[in-house]
């Protein structure tokens, strides 16, 4: 049944979706308040409030043998490649009710970082609550020809959760390293997740029927359908099936969309323009995933589980368009802010302030720290590079500090590193040469972890949020004083980076 469900052929997305809508009318329909008779409101008397009594003591003692532990579940959500502007409630020119109505409901930052401006290390960092550095995690993965994956000795949210009794699940693009001929990588079980259905890189040939996703250790062969559909198709069989009596869950969902190469269902991609546009069949994944996402919230509505659902929604760095980086400098690949800068929310009805939006710097590096302070758990023993966001969730801002400015590093990236502290960046250029090779060679690691910096740039991104206007040489005091702190970071960092040149 459950592989039935992976080979859909063509109308099925189009009957799930009657479904969802069906599911929606049908909850809708079950929330009316019952009418009020006459009869209802006659005085009990004395036997009926006895047997009444005892009913009540009997089905109140059934419902606490049967209520669940109380454990929110946890959905992480990411995209892959997302701008900054690209999705409705950040003003970008998608249609996204999903994620609009979501970010309604809970707090939209309109300062939110990705962990890095590309792939495998920003997902460390999220994964982790740690710089990718220090994770084993430098660029973007590439398996045949490099070692580099995150490494075991890391704790996972997934792994923290677990821990506390939770079902896990990873469904998605997971680009941390899976094993090849060459190279014996650890796979999503080894990082905590109970299941996982994922892909190495991106999906291939594109969204439209992939053919390299893996379930579990096997190859799932080719898969009919859109990525985002498919992806979700597995999140809900797997919330279908058993996971043990009440066991909260902790579900992973990282869609591949918009990340190249690209495809989306022709009359998504009409609402945006012809079908060969570029930009049109770009909005058009977009837009897929919001449907895809809104299926996902329809069945956590029928398990009932909306209300004790922490939901987190991100992207894992900035657009490779210029049009879709709201204005700011630079793209994906870069540590400019059109790089790092992404959508981000956090939504848990009843816990986190509704309809809030938060100007304060945070990103997906407190993730791991902030679930944890959430949930009341123990963070991991290790350094962590990320805050706890959990009072300004609550909106309790004037009890938070963050405790360490957010850093960047990526090789190839010009600048090699920034730094935001409050209202300022500042940005550096590496004082050594790499190979004009664009993929990342870990013969380079040695020369990472012991180079510096020269032609550092400060911007107030408050007043100048495209970094226009560098303010350097105008606050030497300030700048000083940033370098400091941007240098003592990096040697924390670089102290603890992992060589992979040394195996």
């Not at 970008?92 to 290390?121: E, H, I, N, W």
């Not at 190859?219 to 559909?229: E, L, V």
Request: overall charge neutral; proline content about 6%; charged content about 20%.
């Amino acid at each position: 049944m459950r592989d039935q469900r992976q080979n859909r052929k063509g109308g099925l997305w189009q009957k799930h979706q009657q479904e969802a809508t069906i599911a929606v009318h049908a909850t809708h329909s079950t929330l009316s308040e019952p009418q009020m008779t006459d009869s209802s409101l006659r005085p009990l008397d004395g036997f009926q409030i006895t047997l009444l009594t005892v009913l009540a003591c009997f089905f109140s003692e059934f419902a606490f043998a049967e209520r669940p532990s109380g454990k929110p579940n946890v959905l992480l959500l990411l995209s892959d490649d997302l701008g900054y502007q690209d999705i409705g409630c950040y003003g970008g020119p998608v249609k996204t009710p999903t994620l609009d109505r979501l970010a309604s409901q809970g707090m939209r930052f309109s300062q939110f970082y990705s962990g890095c401006a590309v792939c495998s290390p920003s997902r460390a960092t999220l994964l982790t609550g740690r710089h990718h550095i220090r994770t084993g995690v430098y660029s973007w993965i590439h398996d045949p020809s490099q070692k580099s994956h995150l490494l075991r000795r890391e704790v996972t949210l997934a792994e923290v959760l677990k821990d506390a009794g939770y079902a896990t699940a990873h469904v998605g693009k997971w680009h941390l390293g899976l094993p090849t001929q060459q190279h014996s990588k650890p796979t999503p079980d080894q990082h905590g997740f109970d299941h996982w259905f994922a892909t190495w890189n991106n999906a291939e040939p594109s969204h439209k029927n992939p053919n390299n996703f893996i379930r579990n250790g096997e190859p799932a062969g080719k898969t009919d359908g859109y990525s985002c559909q498919i992806v979700v198709d597995e999140a809900i069989a797997w919330l279908d099936n058993p996971r043990g009596t009440h066991q909260p869950f902790f579900l992973n969902v990282w869609f591949h969309e918009p990340h190249a190469p690209i495809a989306a269902p022709k009359s998504i991609v009409n609402e945006y323009g012809p079908t060969t546009n570029q930009a049109a069949i770009y909005s058009g994944t977009v837009d897929n995933t919001d449907k895809a996402i809104q299926r996902l919230l329809v069945k956590l509505q029928q398990l009932d589980v909306t209300d004790n659902t922490l939901i987190i929604y991100a992207s894992d760095n900035g657009s490779y368009r210029d049009d879709r980086t709201g204005g700011l400098r630079g793209r994906k690949g870069m540590n400019w802010e059109g790089g790092i800068r992404v959508p981000g929310m956090f939504v848990w009805p009843g816990v986190i302030k509704q309809a809030t939006v938060s100007a304060t710097p945070a990103g997906l590096v407190d993730v791991l720290p902030t679930v944890c302070g959430l949930l009341g758990l123990k963070k991991p023993d290790r350094y962590l590079d990320g805050t706890d966001l959990t009072p300004l969730l609550k909106g309790q801002s004037n009890a938070w500090q963050r405790k360490q400015p957010l850093f960047w590093h990526l090789q190839k990236s010009r600048p090699i590193v920034a730094m935001r502290d409050g209202d300022y960046s500042l940005v550096a250029e590496p004082d050594y040469e790499l190979s004009k090779n664009n993929m990342f060679q870990e013969a380079w690691i040695p020369k990472i972890r012991s180079g510096g910096y020269r032609n550092f740039q400060l911007f107030n991104l408050t007043k100048d949020p495209q970094q226009m206007n560098d303010l350097a040489a105008k606050n030497p005091e300030l700048l000083e004083k940033l370098k400091s702190k941007l240098l003592g970071i990096n040697q924390s960092i670089m102290q603890e980076a992992h060589d992979w040149t040394a195996q």
